[in-house]
């Protein structure tokens, strides 16, 4: 999903250069959600387990460009086969003779509030003379999201006006969660740091348990400042709730990539084998706080090192700049 994010910052320099033009997004239909009400894409198109038939699609269209993001081998024969007159993709000794216009990738960032990969996806623009600008990923919620989300909310006896945190409890896999008893001792901080707010904690339905292993291990303060029941259904509804809080803090992840691109105040925690540098974009630096365990102790690998103290001075900061 944040792979989806970051290719969608192309689209408005697009549209900007091409006003008339139609864009489609060729993508997994699984992740199209998260690109839901993006005004600047015209048609989705989903990959298709046979790929004779996504690329019967693609030529249906008769498409005069084509930039190919993922520059795989399957990506690349489909966009030398399109009929595309303009084809962009990276370049690879192994597929730079699909495309007319092969990138090389620049090794230094230009910005330091984006990242290589965000750049990486602006520099497939060169060719057709749109220079580089910060460009962020952004997600757009629908009018009816955010009245169903106001009633989530309500449903939970809160309101948008109250001091809600959102929580990215836990990551993907286990490699990227950052510890459940620091997890716990920073609830614990934040609750007490911050005793009118509210916590909405967000994890997978996989992971229900995993999050009433942590609920118990909490005092009773921090419970009654944390929603216990809180749900939401889908990738969707939980963008929208995030919408109407006035932070995240959490594990970095889609959670945290959907926050920055709500334009939602983001407190990161960093994996060990997660490098800032190709995640911590933000068009809020001013408040955006990102921590790696290596700002700490160098050339740690050991997520246990990474100890709930050191966010400490960082997380005040950042709940005194978003929490009244």
């Given at each position: 999903?944040?792979d989806?994010?970051?290719?969608?910052?192309?689209?408005?320099?697009?549209?900007?250069?091409?006003?008339?033009?139609?864009?489609?997004?060729?993508?997994?239909e699984?992740?199209?959600?998260?690109?839901?009400?993006?005004?600047?894409?015209?048609?989705?198109l989903?990959?298709?387990?046979?790929?004779?038939?996504?690329?019967?699609?693609?030529?249906?269209?008769?498409?005069?460009?084509?930039?190919?993001?993922?520059?795989?081998?399957?990506?690349?024969?489909?966009?030398?086969?399109?009929?595309?007159?303009?084809?962009?993709?990276?370049?690879?000794?192994?597929?730079?003779?699909?495309?007319?216009?092969?990138?090389?990738?620049?090794?230094?960032?230009k910005?330091?509030?984006?990242?290589?990969?965000?750049?990486?996806?602006?520099?497939?623009?060169?060719?057709?003379?749109?220079?580089?600008?910060?460009?962020?990923?952004?997600?757009?919620?629908?009018?009816?999201?955010?009245?169903?989300?106001?009633?989530?909310?309500?449903?939970?006896?809160?309101?948008?006006?109250?001091n809600?945190?959102?929580?990215?409890?836990?990551?993907?896999?286990?490699?990227?969660?950052?510890?459940?008893?620091?997890?716990?001792?920073?609830?614990?901080?934040?609750?007490?740091?911050?005793?009118?707010?509210?916590?909405?904690?967000?994890?997978?339905?996989?992971q229900?348990?995993?999050?009433?292993?942590?609920?118990?291990?909490?005092?009773?303060?921090?419970?009654?400042?944390?929603?216990?029941?809180?749900?939401?259904?889908?990738?969707?509804?939980?963008?929208a709730?995030?919408?109407?809080?006035?932070?995240?803090?959490?594990?970095?992840?889609?959670?945290?990539?959907?926050?920055?691109?709500?334009?939602?105040?983001?407190?990161?925690?960093?994996?060990?084998?997660?490098?800032?540098?190709?995640?911590?974009?933000?068009?809020?630096?001013?408040?955006?706080?990102?921590?790696?365990?290596?700002?700490f102790?160098?050339?740690?690998?050991?997520?246990?090192?990474?100890?709930?103290?050191?966010?400490?001075?960082?997380?005040?900061?950042?709940?005194?700049?978003?929490?009244?």
């Open positions: 999903m944040g989806v994010l970051v290719t969608s910052t192309i689209l408005s320099l697009l549209k900007n250069k091409y006003p008339k033009s139609e864009i489609s997004f060729l993508l997994e699984k992740h199209s959600q998260i690109l839901i009400g993006n005004p600047n894409i015209d048609h989705f989903f990959f298709s387990n046979d790929s004779t038939k996504t690329l019967s699609e693609i030529k249906q269209y008769k498409f005069d460009l084509v930039i190919d993001l993922y520059s795989k081998i399957e990506t690349a024969i489909i966009t030398f086969f399109s009929g595309a007159k303009t084809r962009i993709g990276f370049f690879k000794k192994y597929t730079q003779f699909f495309y007319n216009y092969p990138v090389k990738r620049s090794t230094k960032v910005s330091k509030n984006t990242t290589l990969g965000i750049e990486h996806r602006l520099q497939m623009l060169e060719p057709l003379g749109i220079q580089f600008q910060e460009v962020f990923p952004k997600v757009y919620i629908q009018e009816d999201e955010l009245k169903n989300a106001q009633q989530i909310l309500d449903e939970n006896g809160l309101s948008s006006t109250d809600l945190i959102m929580i990215s409890t836990f990551g993907s896999s286990e490699e990227k969660t950052y510890p459940i008893e620091y997890m716990v001792e920073l609830l614990e901080y934040i609750t007490g740091y911050k005793s009118n707010a509210k916590i909405l904690c967000n994890y997978l339905p996989s229900k348990k995993l999050f009433g292993t942590l609920y118990s291990q909490l005092s009773d303060r921090a419970k009654s400042s944390i929603i216990k029941n809180f749900d939401t259904k889908n990738l969707r509804e939980f963008a709730v995030t919408s109407l809080c006035k932070c995240l803090i959490g594990n970095e992840g889609g959670a945290t990539n959907v926050s920055k691109s709500l334009d939602i105040p983001t407190f990161t925690i960093f994996s060990p084998h997660i490098r800032k540098s190709d995640w911590a974009w933000t068009s809020k630096p001013e408040v955006d706080k990102f921590l790696h365990i290596n700002d102790v160098k050339n740690s690998k050991n997520y246990s090192d990474f100890k709930p103290s050191f966010l400490k001075t960082d997380l005040e900061e950042f709940l005194d700049q978003t929490i009244v």
